[in-house]
C-alpha cells in the first residue's frame, strides 16, 4: 500500500523542504495523487471546494505555499526553494504526482515539471504569460514599486496595486473587498509573498513570445484552461504554451473569468478529473 493510501483523509500535516522550512498540508482522499498550487494572494483556502471535489477520485494534497497559511518560509526566496517545496509532497505521496496550478501557481507547477521532479501531468488554469505586444503587461517597476509598499508596511497598498496594476481589477472590486474584514485581513497577510510570484512570473510577461528553451524540461501531458469570459490575453498565452510544449491541449469554459477556481470549482473539477484520469 502506497503512502497516499496510508496517510487519513482530511487531516493537517507537514513535509519538511530541503531547505528545512516546514510545509502545511491538507490530505484528502483515495487515488492517483494530485497536488494543488495555489496563485498569487491565495493559499490553500482558496483551493478547498475544489480539493474536497477531487477528492472523490484522486489523494488530494492540498497546500499552504511558503510563507502563506501554516508553512513556514525562509530568510532568502528563489522560486527554486517553491519547487523543492513540492519535490517534498510529491515525496510523501510516493515519488511521482499530478499537478493543478491557477494563474502564476500554474507557472511554478511548470516549472516543477521542468526540473524533473516526478512530475506525472499537468492541469494548469490561466497561466498569466504575456506574449503579444498590445496586451497588458505588469508596470516594468513592478518589483520595485511592491518593494517599496512592503517595506513602508503598506501591505494594502501593495494587495491593491497588484490587483489593479497587474490582474487588472477595477478599482472599486478593490473597495468591495476592503468592506469584508476577513477577506482583506488575509489578503494584507498574504501581501509579503508577491514578490514570490513575481519572481516566478520571471520576464514571462512583457509581451514577446515565450522562450522554448525554457519550457523544454516539460515533457509531461499537459492540458491548459482558460474561462470565456476572461480576457483574450489567456487564451493566446496558452494557445502559445500548447505550441512550445510536445503533449499539450487548450480548452476554453464558456461562462468562466480569472476567479473561476475559487468562484465556481465545480465547473473546473470535471475537466481535472477527465484530463488526470487520461
Known sequence: MSRSQQQPTGTDTRVISADGTEIAF?????GPPVVLVASALADRSDTKKLA?????????????????????????YAPEREIEDIAALIGHVGGSASLFGSSSGAVLALRAAAAGIGVDRLALYEPPFVVAEGDDAPPTDLVQQIALLLAEGRR???????????????????????????MWANLTE????????????????????????????????????????SSAAFRRAARALTEILPEADHRSLPGLNHGAVVMAPKKIAPQVVEFIKG
Do not use: C
Not at 474536497?52 to 518560509?73: C, Q
Not at 498574504?190 to 509581451?207: C, H, V
Open 26 to 30: 491538507e490530505q484528502s482522499g483515495l
Open 52 to 76: 474536497a471535489l477531487l477528492a472523490e477520485h484522486f489523494t488530494v494534497i492540498n497546500y499552504d505555499r511558503r510563507g502563506r497559511g501554516a508553512s513556514g518560509d525562509a530568510d532568502a
Open 156 to 182: 494594502g497598498e501593495a494587495v491593491k496595486y497588484f490587483m489593479t496594476r497587474v490582474q487588472g481589477m477595477p478599482g472599486v472590486a478593490v473597495l468591495f473587498m476592503r468592506l469584508m474584514p476577513k
Open 190 to 229: 498574504l501581501a509579503r509573498t508577491l514578490p514570490y510570484d513575481i519572481a516566478i512570473m520571471g520576464d514571462t510577461q512583457q509581451g514577446r513570445p515565450l522562450d522554448a528553451e525554457e519550457w523544454k524540461g516539460v515533457a509531461v501531458p499537459t492540458r491548459v484552461l482558460t474561462g470565456g469570459k
